[in-house]
Every structure is written in C-alpha cells, then in structure tokens.
C-alpha cells in the first residue's frame, strides 16, 4: 500500500509537469522501475501510458477549452505521429537503441542554450506557415516525433514544445496545446500495442491515472495563469533534468 501511495504521488507529480512542458515521464517512470522490481520493463512501460494518456487527454482538454488549439497543425501532426509511433515500436525490437540514447544529451543541451540564448523565443504567438507548407511541416515533425517516442521516448513532450515554437512560430502556450494533442496520439498508438501484447496492469494504471489527471488539471490551471513566461522558465528547468537523467544512463550503460 506505501508503494501505492508513491506511486500515486509520482503520477500526480508527472501530471503537473507535463501538463505544462512535458517530461512527466523523467518522474514516473523511474519510480515505477524503482517500486515494481519483479515487474517486465514492457509491462512497467505499457502501465506508464495507460496512466500518461489520462493525463495527457485531461490536459489537452483542459487547454482546448481556455486557449486556440491550432488543429491545422496539431491534427496533421497527430496523425502522422500515431501511425509513425507505430513504426518506431517495432524497429526498437530490432535495432538497438544506444545510439540514440548516447546521443539525446547532447541534443538536449543543444535546446537548452537555443532557448536560453533566444531570450524572445516563443512569447510573441506569430505563426510561420499556412496552407498546405503548415501542413507538411507538421507531418515531417509529427512523423518524426512519433518515430522517436515508438522508438526511445523520454522528453517527447518537450520535443514537441521546442518544435512547435522554432518552427511554427508559436508562443509557448499555444505550443504547448498543440503539443498535447500530438502526445496523446503517440500515447495512444503505444498503448494499443502494449494492450495487445498483454503487457499493461489494469488496477495500478487507472489508479494512476485518477492521480495524473488531478495533477493535469493543476498544471493546466498554473500554465494558462502565469502564461508563456512561466512556461518558458520550466520548460528550461525540465530540460535541464533531462539532460542529467539521459546523461546518467548513457554514462551507466558504457559501464563508466
């Protein structure tokens, strides 16, 4: 029941965060692996989603009704990243994920100064693209994105936060709507292959997912009070764990 209860916590935890700039993973997920030791990774991954995409969807909800969800960008995207999360799952049943896992960190850090370098990135809303190049992009990011989070994962939501205001030009809070929308899609495309392989803990997951839906709607709430800035201020900070944690596990994995 303790471990229950830390779980609870985490979960409501990782809601909170990534309602805001996503990452909520970078809580969960480690306390999961630390809680369920007997547990299957993929059994302790497919649970992670099934509670994430509760999450997820409350805050996608919640944002969509409080701020203009950009669906011409956020639904191509979605679509493209369900279908390419797909692909990403099956290819890292195959082809080993070390590369990408030594090189996330350096990726990470190459957002962290991009975004604490543009001190006016994303607080002015101006869209880059419409019509059919708006679509394109968000096909190519979604795409890709979803490609990564089938096939490694941690930090997807804060990929697509970055992505959605370097290249689409929107301001962060803006950018973090659309970014649910996508995170959803790919949530839901992995748990559909987790459901279906039998690798998911019905009880503790919804348990979870009463916990990150609590979380998500406080962390909606605070995004759309203290706005873009606010937002900006943790995405920096989550990033910054990011790198710590991906930095960590690449060093554990070359045995350093």
């Known amino acids: 029941m303790i471990d229950v209860v830390w779980l609870g916590g985490a979960a ?14 970078l809580i969960q997920l480690p306390a999961m692996f630390s809680l369920l030791p007997k547990e299957a990774p993929a059994t302790i991954l497919g649970t992670n989603k099934l509670a ?3 999450g997820t969807s409350s805050a996608a909800v919640s944002y969509a009704r409080r701020v203009r969800v950009a669906w011409s960008t956020a639904a191509p995207a979605a679509i493209a990243a369900f279908a390419l999360s797909f692909v990403g799952a099956w290819t890292v049943t195959r082809v080993p994920a070390d590369f990408v896992r030594a090189l ?17 990135l994303g607080a002015v809303h101006a869209p880059l693209h419409s019509g059919m190049a708006e679509r394109y992009w968000a096909v190519g990011i979604g795409a890709a ?26 301001d962060f809070l803006s950018a973090s709507a659309a970014a649910k929308v996508v995170n959803v899609a790919c949530n839901l495309s992995a748990l559909m292959w987790f459901g279906y392989s039998g690798h998911l803990l019905w009880q503790l997951g919804l348990l ?8 998500s709607l406080i962390g909606t709430r605070l995004a759309l009070k203290h706005g873009s800035g606010f937002v900006r201020k943790l995405f920096l900070l989550v990033v910054s764990a990011l790198i710590v944690k991906t930095a960590y596990d690449s060093f554990t994995k070359l045995g350093w």
């Open 208 to 215: 979870m997912a009463g916990c990150q839906i609590v979380g």
């Open 104 to 120: 996330l960190p350096f990726v990470l850090v190459a957002v962290a100064v991009y975004t604490f370098m543009k001190k006016d």
């Open 12 to 25: 409501f935890a990782a809601g909170l965060v990534d309602a805001v700039v996503g990452g909520g993973g």
């Open 145 to 170: 994105i979803g490609f990564y989070d089938g096939f490694f994962g941690p930090g997807t939501g804060s990929f697509l936060l970055f992505l959605f205001v370097r290249f689409f030009g929107f």
């Open 52 to 54: 994430a995409i509760f």
